[in-house]
């Protein structure tokens, strides 16, 4: 029997407000593939503290690392367009929150002032205080090495989406089974809730 696919929910507030959180914690050159490993990294953290990631994005093991493709799809949009008429629309809730500069070689994101990061929690903020200060300041290409030894990212074919429980590598085996097993147990219920809506 093969195992319990693991998903979550995708939140794309939660990625504009993580973003958003980075670029006024000062994390410089905020473009779309340091947003991809600085997220990565935010995801897997908060998953294996609380059991849950906090974007819910799919991770696929690309060429260059971990990527979250929902969030990745909306900074590309985000890069390449104007805002819309439509509100509803993902760029248009990025770019309420969010800059786009072209100044660079890469489109970057920078906050806007005001922003109300209500939305993230007290664990989310704590984890992500956690990723400005052991990756913040690394280059993109420093972010595509260090994601390279990831097991989540070495252990998944290349372009297939990566297995959640990978990123559970911790020395900790036991810790590691039974946050797994939870996980596991959490997605059967979410399934089985979902079936008999």
Request: charged residues 35%.
């Amino acid at each position: 029997m093969s195992p319990t696919v693991i998903r979550f929910k995708y939140h794309v507030e939660k990625f504009i407000k993580t973003v958003a959180y980075l670029s006024q914690k000062g994390v410089p050159d905020l473009d779309k593939l340091k947003i991809s490993k600085l997220v990565y990294f935010a995801d897997k953290f908060h998953l294996v503290a609380f059991g849950r990631p906090i974007l819910g994005d799919t991770y696929y093991a690309l060429p260059y690392g971990p990527v979250p493709t929902l969030s990745k799809d909306i900074m590309e949009d985000a890069s390449e367009s104007e805002v819309t008429d439509s509100p509803d629309s993902n760029v248009d809730k990025l770019l309420e929150s969010l800059e786009v500069s072209h100044t660079g070689r890469y489109p970057t994101f920078k906050a806007k002032e005001g922003i109300d990061f209500a939305d993230l929690s007290e664990s989310e903020t704590e984890i992500l205080d956690k990723v400005v200060e052991k990756y913040g300041t690394k280059t993109g290409r420093q972010l595509i090495n260090i994601t390279h030894e990831e097991k989540a990212w070495r252990e998944t074919d290349k372009n297939d989406a990566i297995d959640f429980r990978l990123m559970f590598d911790g020395p900790d085996e036991e810790h590691n089974r039974l946050r797994i097993e939870l996980l596991e147990e959490d997605q059967e219920d979410r399934e089985f809730f979902e079936y008999i809506r």
